[in-house]
């Protein structure tokens, strides 16, 4: 069916976050110490980048009909499940899924850069925002979950996190990470790749635009909800090709909205 006509520029709308941190209004004019987490995190980030040649690579997606399906689904999943859904189950599953079409991307150079090894399984971390830094809990096998196993997992993960319950377990073996950076209604980011990953994906804010909608063999313009797809990647690893043709199958995958389980 068409789209409605278009309507005036609207203002970002991010996608909403699982949860979201303390205001730090309350910092100004003070002098802290470093949170030991912040300064663990930064470490490794940055030995991370100096370590690996990183670059991104940025793709939009329609999001329309998997935002259309989530704010149809999302009050009878709150009261089965007594936590609201977000949509970003949707897109870990969406990147989950790819990752098993594209295993180039869900791999790690092991120590001295003499052999790859291709997970055979997609364990996605997924950066949770804390008073204390982010931290980055691990949703094992998502690429076998449904969209309600991994709301289940990630709303215990951050729930955990936010709370300062997560164990060194819940924060290992990542084989990917996902991160949301619409939540605080940032259209992209180049996010840093995490140690022993290849690739990392940035899901942006979901914005209300005019786009061209293709209807069979006709074109219109309609209002739709569009996002950034970002994925960051290690070059040693990764071609530039290798991430285009991920984050289009990511693209595919989102467009379709097709999530069985979602209701």
Request: glycine share 8%.
């Amino acid at each position: 069916m068409p789209a409605s006509a278009p309507a005036a520029a609207a203002a970002p709308h991010p996608i909403p976050a699982a949860a979201t941190a303390p205001p730090s209004a309350a910092l100004r004019g003070h002098t802290t110490a470093v949170p030991r987490l912040r300064k663990a995190v930064g470490d490794s980030l940055k030995q991370a980048l100096l370590e690996q040649a990183q670059l991104t690579s940025t793709i939009e997606a329609d999001a329309t009909g998997l935002l259309r399906l989530w704010r149809q689904t999302a009050d009878g999943f709150l009261a089965r499940e007594g936590f609201a859904l977000t949509p970003m189950p949707f897109f870990v599953l969406a990147a989950a899924q790819a990752l098993k079409a594209h295993p180039v991307i869900n791999v790690r150079l092991d120590t001295g850069g003499a052999s790859i090894t291709y997970y055979d399984t997609e364990n996605v971390g997924i950066t949770v925002d804390t008073d204390q830094g982010p931290v980055t809990p691990v949703v094992r096998g998502a690429g076998d979950l449904t969209v309600s196993g991994i709301a289940r997992a990630v709303h215990a993960l951050a729930s955990h996190a936010l709370a300062g319950r997560l164990t060194p377990a819940d924060v290992a073996g990542a084989t990917f990470t996902v991160s949301d950076t619409g939540a605080r209604g940032a259209l992209f980011d180049t996010l840093i790749v995490p140690p022993h990953q290849a690739a990392i994906l940035g899901v942006g804010a979901a914005v209300r635009r005019p786009a061209v909608v293709q209807d069979g063999d006709e074109e219109f313009i309609g209002v739709r909800e569009l996002v950034h797809l970002s994925l960051s990647y290690d070059h040693r690893l990764v071609d530039g090709a290798d991430a285009a043709r991920y984050l289009t199958t990511v693209k595919k995958i989102v467009e379709a909205a097709a999530f069985e389980d979602s209701r």
